[in-house]
Every structure is written in C-alpha cells, then in structure tokens.
C-alpha cells in the first residue's frame, strides 16, 4: 500500500490539466460546475494548499464525483465568522461523503480538525475517509487520531492478499481500520464514492 506524496499528487493534477490552464482558472471551472452537478463529496483542505487542492478535485472528479469545497462557494460570508461555521455545517451534512485531504498543514489547522469531528458526528464508518498526503521526501506521520478513520491509498499490482485468495487488482481503495480479528476492509475507491 502506498500513501501519495505531494509531488505525485500534483504530477497526477499536472496529468490531467490542460496546460494553458492555471489553478486559479481549474479551481474556477469546479466552482460552475459544482452549480451544476449533484455535489457528493465534502472536502476538507488547508486553505493555503491551492496546489494540493487543485489535484485532489481532479483526482477524485476522476472517479465521477463533484466536489464540493467551502472557499468556492459563493454563499460563504465574506469574513469568517459564526455563520461561515453554520454553512460548513450544513454543507457537511448535504453531502454525501466527507473526505478529509490530510496534509500535514491541514493536520494542524484547527479548521480542518474541527470539520472532521462534526464529519465523524454526521457521516460515520462508512461515508467518511482520510486521504493522507505526505511531504515529498518523508513518510506519513499523521496523528494517532486519524487511525481510526477509512484512508484512501494506492494498492500496487500483487501486494495485498484476499482472505478468499489471490490479491487485491492495483489501484486506490478506500481502507477500513483494522476490526477486533486485525481485518481491514478494502473498498475501490470509485465503489465507496458512489455508493
């Protein structure tokens, strides 16, 4: 199993996007579409990680979700306050799944933890996961608390054995926390965000 590293997140951004395009203009275009599509996927981000941001949408709009993203919605207050909180809230629970971008800097937003709780609270085992994000160079650290949650990681081809034989087909896939037997669930990603 593989955690993303942050250059393999933007190269697979950079694989996706047409190059006359900017972040701003990419994260622009997720904004009119999110006013067309059925949004499904809250996603919890650092504010700052424009980069990250942008190939995460990518890389889950790939999968055939829209996503929705607090700082693009127009209905947000101008400056934050009660009310931006009230709207998170609302949007979290509009949505059908909660996704948690879990970088380092978002790890340590006070922001980004406070909607993984109200996430927990509304969303549960089965629509709420982790998708962790390393620092290029490192390994995932994370925090302890985020043990307990579903993470979204690459299988590699051969690497991860069925209880019922033969091995997991590469790809991402949305991994259950180890149950009281040491049993983790494996769910492909596109599965999970559809279902």
């Known amino acids: 199993m ?19 395009k900017g972040i701003n203009e990419s994260l622009s275009e997720f904004i009119n579409e999110s006013k067309v599509n059925k949004v499904t996927v809250f996603l919890s981000h650092k504010h700052d990680e424009r980069s990250e941001l942008d190939a995460a949408i990518s890389f889950l ?42 970088t380092e800097g978002a790890i340590n937003s006070k922001w980004c933890n406070w909607e993984l709780g109200f996430g927990d609270a509304h969303k549960y ?14 390994t ?20 991860v054995s069925r209880q019922i034989g033969g091995y997991f087909t590469s790809g991402y896939y949305v991994i259950t926390p180890a149950d009281s037997k040491g049993i983790s669930r494996y769910h492909k990603l596109e599965d999970w965000l559809n279902r």
Do not use: C
Not at 2 to 20: A, M, P, V
Not at 125 to 138: K, L, Q, S, Y
């Open 125 to 138: 085992i089965d629509n709420i996961a982790v998708f962790p994000v390393r620092e290029n160079g490192t």
């Open 140 to 159: 995932f650290t994370g925090s302890e608390y985020l043990q307990i949650y579903p993470r979204i990681e690459y299988v590699a081809p051969n690497s």
């Open 61 to 102: 709009k790939r999968n055939g979700v829209s996503v929705y993203v607090d700082w693009l919605d127009e209905g947000m207050p101008k400056y934050t306050s009660g009310k931006t909180a009230e709207r998170i809230k609302n949007k979290i629970k509009e949505n059908k799944k909660f996704i948690f971008l879990a």
């Open 2 to 20: 593989s955690i993303l590293s942050k250059s393999e997140l933007i190269g697979f951004r950079n694989s996706t996007r047409t190059f006359s």
